[in-house]
């Protein structure tokens, strides 16, 4: 065993702590640090899990981006349930995030789609997220056909894609430690602002 304190993942502040940890992730993993799964349900509780990004995060919650009309976007839309998950692979970490979404403002949204590369932009508009595709060459071509409709890239934010943010009511911050014995500490909203935080076995 190695000689370190019994509890490093200290009491206080959800938010300071994500920020610490996520910039200790930036600076060493190889690829999105941002990269979260997003896991879903339907009103019924079949659940389902995909990757996004993280793309805005502070107090008021975690952003990500997305087409409104995909298959998460119907179980988002019928039930503001979600769970988000970090695992940091090389860092040894995950933070679990419970919580409920609402929509970003349509500045919000516009803003993060004009900061994209042109390139995406007409991705994500020529995507009919989840819908079945009969062949790659028929996104590819509705691909090219925006592209000369708009040669420049300056699509306009489609109406259906945009952005939630959730707003967590349970943090969950995890640490491996030797033999097993790892280290856990969920911190759960208790009102507004306020926060209450306890161990967990592992
Ligand atoms: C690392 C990574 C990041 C991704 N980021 C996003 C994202 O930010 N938004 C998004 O809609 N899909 C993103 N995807 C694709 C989703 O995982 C998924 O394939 C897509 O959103 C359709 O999911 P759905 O059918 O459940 O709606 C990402 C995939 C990976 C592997």
Redesign the pocket.
């Known amino acids: 065993m190695t000689d370190t304190p019994a509890d490093t993942i200290p009491d206080g502040d959800p938010f300071a702590l994500f920020e610490a940890w996520f910039a200790e992730a930036r600076a060493s993993e190889p690829?999105?640090p941002n990269?979260m799964a997003?896991a879903?349900a339907t009103p019924d509780g079949r659940p389902?899990?995909?990757?996004?990004?993280l793309?805005g995060h502070g107090p008021d919650g975690f952003v990500?981006?997305?087409?409104l009309t995909?298959?998460?976007?119907?179980?988002l839309a019928a039930n503001r349930h979600v769970a988000l998950l970090f695992h940091w692979k090389s860092l040894r970490r995950q933070i679990r995030i419970e919580g409920a979404i609402t929509p970003v403002t349509p500045a919000e949204a516009d803003a993060y789609f004009a900061s994209r590369h042109p390139e995406s932009r007409l991705g994500?508009a020529a995507s009919d997220?989840?819908q079945p595709l009969p062949a790659r060459q028929v996104y590819l071509d509705r691909v090219a056909a925006l592209r000369a409709q708009y040669p420049t890239g300056d699509v306009p934010r489609p109406a259906h894609w945009s952005g939630y943010r959730v707003r967590p009511e349970v943090i969950e911050f995890w640490h491996d430690r030797d033999y097993r014995l790892h280290e856990r500490r969920q911190f759960v909203r208790t009102g507004n602002e306020g926060w209450t935080s306890h161990l967990l076995y592992p």
């Open positions: 690829n999105d990269a997003l879903t389902s899990v995909r990757m996004v990004l793309k990500f981006y997305t087409n995909s298959r998460k976007g119907g179980e994500s997220q989840s």
